[in-house]
């Protein structure tokens, strides 16, 4: 479906609709409040932990994404990464058939392909393709917001002066994304090796010598396993999507994809 063109030039004090105000969309709208006209989420289907979130960051609520993608003249996504595409979906849908669409900025951790998938239910230029590589930020120097597309700019203009350091790395779709994808085999693919190293020490019946000889050859396995497992058990299911669209990256630029299926299947585990 492809909803309406648009005229882009951004109000001084732009509405900014944040689906959905998780640890690093609270983060986002907050830092976006000195310059916007108001940041605005959506309220339906959405848990008391993110409720809460969207209060203490002082952010508007509004009924559902029908009304918020109606009323902001920019929409991040900030989600799930397997829920990327359906949210665009939503926001499409919404605002089909006005004559005016919000710039969108996906700043989920998929696949360039689903970038582009994304930047296809638009019209040409309305999507911003946005990578977040650090924690949420509620002071400067902790994480970088990467972008490309033809609006990157725009959207780099917006957060000046926040907490959230921007880098545009060109105006092409999908480049920020690729590089989360790299950047992710080191975070979160690497780690989950020692995952699947115990799973198969402990059935294998050899995890007691493992854990000897690691040891014996400098290696802190508890440590190592220990902050990868604590890591899994808070974020694991939603590492899984990323793994895989990780791996789609991957496998589209022609390298072996294994290495993030086989973390994606880890994390499903954990
Ligand atoms: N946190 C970080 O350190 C970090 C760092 C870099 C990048 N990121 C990226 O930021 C994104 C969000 O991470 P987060 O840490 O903010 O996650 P989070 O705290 O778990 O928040 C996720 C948000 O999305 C909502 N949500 C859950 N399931 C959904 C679905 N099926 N459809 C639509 N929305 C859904 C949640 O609402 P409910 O409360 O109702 O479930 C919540 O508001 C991810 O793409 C991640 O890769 C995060």
């Known amino acids: 479906m492809m909803v309406g063109v648009s005229d882009w030039s951004l109000p001084a004090r732009p509405v900014i609709g944040i689906l959905h105000p998780g640890a690093m ?3 986002l709208g907050s830092a976006l409040k000195a310059r916007a006209g108001a940041v605005i989420w959506a309220d339906a ?24 993608a ?17 949210v665009a979906e939503q926001v499409a849908h919404a605002v089909a058939g006005l004559d005016r ?23 040409d230029g309305a999507v911003v393709d946005g990578a977040v590589i650090g924690p949420p930020a509620w002071e400067a120097g ?7 597309g033809p609006r990157a700019t725009t959207v780099e203009a917006l957060f000046a002066g926040t907490p959230f350091a921007t880098r545009v790395l060109g105006a092409e779709l999908g480049t920020a994304s690729a590089l989360k994808a790299c950047f992710a085999l080191q975070s979160k693919a690497l780690p989950a090796i020692w ?3 115990d799973e198969a020490a402990r059935t294998l019946g050899v995890d007691g010598p493992l854990r000897e000889e690691l040891a014996r050859t400098g290696v802190d396995y508890p440590a ?21 669209e990780a791996a789609d990256a991957l496998a589209a630029a022609g390298v072996p994809d294994g290495f993030s299926r086989a973390a994606a299947e880890m994390y499903r585990r954990a």
């Open 25 to 27: 969309g609270a983060a």
């Open 142 to 148: 902790t994480t970088v917001l990467w972008l490309s």
């Open 101 to 123: 669409t919000p710039l969108y900025v996906d700043a989920n951790a998929v696949s360039p392909a689903t970038v582009a998938s994304i930047g296809g239910l638009f019209p």
């Open 195 to 197: 995952l699947a190293l």
């Open 224 to 244: 190592e396993l220990g902050a990868v497992a604590a890591r899994a058990k808070e974020k694991g299911w939603r590492w899984v999507a990323e793994m895989e």
């Open 70 to 86: 109606r009323r902001a003249h920019v929409v991040i996504s900030i989600c799930p990464p397997g829920a990327a595409r359906e």
């Open 45 to 68: 289907g959405r848990s008391q932990a993110t409720s809460k979130r969207a209060e203490l960051a002082d952010l508007i609520a509004v009924p559902d994404v029908r009304e918020l």
